[in-house]
């Protein structure tokens, strides 16, 4: 009979780790240990599986056959007990601070019959097996956001792997070309005249369509509770980027900045990072890069002078932007960044969007 003395064992795993770990050693099938502990082939299973708790009688049996202690088996068992436990408290404790409820209202998850079912649902809506795994995952991202968190906003990193996971989820449905980073760059010009489109059911196809050519998938998902976001840029493989917006503002100057602010990226920093943009966000070089990126595009270098020379006056703004090609809400979005307009002045040339329920 082999001794166990000097065995470390893991007690995240099921003691019945450790039995079959033994009677392979030994030699033994289910059947006969089942026979010599006296006891069902069915319940034997169960105490591989971790399902049958080990009790003082089993344990006793347990020393008898496999040559351990009555104390270890019992030692074994309780803190494998304990490692649920506090698994399923922490489990608990991330499940909690998912926006369970918006997910299920915005349909990225569906309705459940019973609580006890919500775990598996949102398991399964990010792809993973464990708690644990979603941890590996989305390590990263709980540091971005954790790092850059202030105290003027709410924004908790399971509600971003939330909107950053459906964002993939809808990005798989849309047919890309390959990855080309000259091409996209090339194609903003032309994205900008849909600025100048009213309705996001008209324009939002288009702008997919258009960057989808170049290897981009542009997914609109609206920001649950808890999460602050406005845009993020990744790579999904080497052949496509994921450009995704939140509309969280809801106007179109806001819109259309955070669009080409996320190109910006792309086109600047396109070495598979994650960019994620915020109410928080750090103004670090590369954010300052993008921001210059996106203004670039939207007032073109040649007409900034004359954009900043602008009476504040409605119809001049109008006037101006259809000169340059966009709405009339980019220019006034511009001049305001630029401190030639208050943020309280010509707001009215901003459209204003709300979400269809």
């Given at each position: 009979m082999n001794s166990t003395n000097g065995f470390i064992?893991?007690?995240?795993?099921?003691?019945g780790d450790t039995i079959a770990d033994i009677l392979k050693d030994l030699h033994l099938s289910i059947e006969e240990f089942a026979e010599r502990i006296g006891?069902?082939?069915d319940y034997t299973r169960e105490l591989l599986d971790g399902h049958a708790t080990i009790t003082i009688a089993v344990a006793r049996r347990l020393e008898r056959v496999l040559g351990a202690s009555v104390a270890f088996w019992m030692s074994r068992d309780y803190q494998y007990r304990e490692d649920i436990r506090r698994r399923a408290i922490t489990d608990q404790e991330w499940l909690d601070q998912l926006p369970v409820s918006d997910m299920i209202n915005f349909g990225w998850v569906r309705p459940t019959p019973h609580p006890s079912e919500e775990m598996p649902a949102c398991l399964k809506f990010f792809g993973v097996p464990t708690v644990a795994a979603w941890r590996q995952a989305y390590g990263k991202l709980h540091e971005i956001v954790a790092f850059r968190k202030s105290p003027s906003f709410?924004?908790?990193?399971?509600?971003?792997?939330?909107?950053?996971?459906?964002?993939?989820?809808?990005?798989?449905?849309?047919?890309?070309?390959?990855?080309?980073?000259?091409?996209?760059?090339?194609?903003?010009?032309?994205?900008?005249?849909?600025?100048?489109?009213?309705?996001?059911?008209?324009?939002?196809?288009?702008?997919?369509?258009?960057?989808?050519?170049?290897?981009?998938?542009?997914?609109?998902?609206?920001?649950?509770?808890?999460?602050?976001?406005?845009?993020?840029?990744?790579?999904l493989s080497s052949g496509q980027a994921l450009l995704l917006l939140s509309f969280r503002h809801l106007s179109d100057?806001?819109?259309?900045?955070?669009?080409?602010?996320e190109a910006g990226h792309l086109v600047l920093h396109g070495d598979k990072r994650l960019f994620l943009e915020g109410a928080?966000?750090?103004?670090?070089?590369?954010e300052q890069e993008a921001n210059d990126f996106a203004a670039?595009?939207?007032?073109?270098?040649?007409?900034?002078?004359?954009?900043?020379?602008?009476?504040?006056?409605?119809?001049?703004?109008?006037?101006?932007?259809?000169?340059?090609?966009?709405?009339?809400?980019?220019?006034?979005?511009?001049?305001?960044?630029?401190?030639?307009?208050?943020?309280q002045q010509l707001n009215s040339l901003k459209r204003r969007y709300s979400w269809e329920e």
């Open positions: 064992p893991d007690w995240s795993s099921a003691p006891q069902t082939a709410d924004s908790r990193p399971a509600s971003v792997a939330a909107w950053l996971r459906q964002g993939e989820i809808e990005a798989e449905a849309i047919e890309c070309g390959p990855w080309d980073r000259l091409r996209f760059e090339s194609s903003l010009s032309s994205v900008r005249s849909l600025t100048r489109v009213k309705e996001p059911r008209h324009f939002i196809p288009k702008l997919q369509e258009m960057c989808a050519a170049n290897g981009v998938a542009v997914s609109v998902v609206r920001a649950p509770n808890g999460c602050r976001e406005s845009g993020a840029t990744r790579f100057e806001q819109f259309w900045f955070s669009f080409f602010h928080d966000t750090l103004l670090t070089t590369e670039r595009i939207l007032v073109p270098p040649e007409f900034e002078q004359a954009m900043l020379r602008l009476p504040i006056e409605g119809r001049a703004v109008i006037k101006f932007a259809r000169k340059v090609g966009v709405c009339p809400g980019v220019v006034v979005g511009q001049l305001q960044h630029h401190g030639k307009l208050n943020y």
